[in-house]
């Protein structure tokens, strides 16, 4: 298995010939979908979901509803191509996947409380997480969870609180282009010290490889 970070909360996952990349959005680089046999989507915050990137790519699309709706207006040849996913079902997208949960951390309470699926995902005999824009985890063992670990709707706290309660083998850092890079540094030292060292805390350059 291979897992490539590609631009703050975007994710390609090969294993075994399938390409599986998660969330390309307006930080991705286009190369991350390069070779891609599915696309999954959380939810359609342009830092998740930028149609460009899809419309340059004919991989299949599994996402929730309210992204399936705005594709269908912003892209309708990418429409086509879209499955929409439900909260517990189980899909095979080149690589078994289970769409979890079903709502999107709350912003503030005077905003809408946006639609959010989280993924896990199989590969071989590993188990992947990617919650997208949400503390809630998947109910189950797992490998590697993808952290966001910055985000205007979390504290440091209750992102390093998620990974503990997840407790990943790995924890991939991701969602990471909203703080400084000293930000980003005393979270990355916080983390290092508070997630359990067997749990493997690690922030991967954009294009680099686990």
Same mark, same amino acid.
């Given at each position: 298995?291979?897992?490539?970070?590609?631009?703050?909360?975007?994710?390609?996952?090969?294993?075994?010939?399938?390409?599986?990349?998660?969330?390309?959005?307006?930080?991705?680089?286009?190369?991350?979908?390069?070779?891609?046999?599915?696309?999954?989507?959380?939810?359609?915050?342009?830092? +998740?979901?930028?149609? #460009? @990137?899809?419309?340059?790519?004919? %991989?299949?699309?599994?996402?929730?509803?309210? *992204?399936? =709706?705005?594709?269908?207006?912003?892209?309708?040849?990418?429409?086509?191509?879209?499955?929409?996913?439900?909260?517990?079902?189980?899909?095979?997208?080149?690589?078994?996947?289970?769409?979890?949960?079903?709502?999107?951390?709350?912003?503030?309470?005077?905003?809408?409380?946006?639609?959010?699926?989280?993924?896990?995902?199989?590969?071989?005999?590993?188990?992947?997480? +990617?919650?997208?824009? #949400? @503390?809630?985890?998947?109910?189950? %063992?797992?490998?590697?969870?993808?952290?966001? *670990?910055? =985000?205007?709707?979390?504290?440091?706290?209750?992102?390093?609180?998620?990974?503990?309660?997840?407790?990943?083998?790995?924890?991939?850092?991701?969602?990471?282009?909203?703080?400084?890079?000293?930000?980003?540094?005393?979270?990355?030292?916080?983390?290092?010290?508070?997630?359990?060292?067997?749990?493997?805390?690690?922030?991967?350059?954009?294009?680099?490889?686990?």
């Amino acid at each position: 298995m291979r897992i490539t970070k590609f631009g703050h909360a975007c994710v390609r996952i090969e294993h075994d010939g399938a390409v599986v990349v998660v969330d390309p959005g307006v930080f991705t680089q286009p190369e991350a979908l390069d070779g891609a046999t599915a696309v999954l989507i959380t939810h359609e915050h342009p830092d +998740h979901y930028n149609p #460009a @990137l899809l419309e340059g790519n004919d %991989a299949p699309v599994y996402t929730i509803g309210a *992204v399936a =709706a705005q594709i269908q207006k912003g892209a309708p040849a990418v429409h086509e191509r879209t499955t929409v996913v439900k909260p517990g079902e189980s899909f095979d997208a080149g690589l078994p996947v289970t769409a979890v949960n079903d709502k999107h951390a709350v912003i503030h309470p005077d905003l809408p409380h946006f639609d959010n699926s989280g993924y896990l995902i199989t590969a071989g005999d590993q188990a992947l997480f +990617h919650p997208g824009d #949400a @503390l809630d985890g998947p109910g189950q %063992a797992v490998d590697v969870l993808f952290l966001p *670990v910055s =985000a205007p709707w979390a504290r440091s706290g209750e992102l390093i609180d998620f990974a503990r309660s997840v407790g990943a083998s790995r924890t991939v850092a991701i969602h990471d282009r909203v703080y400084s890079e000293a930000g980003s540094g005393i979270f990355d030292t916080q983390a290092a010290a508070l997630i359990p060292a067997e749990r493997g805390y690690v922030r991967l350059a954009d294009g680099a490889d686990l």
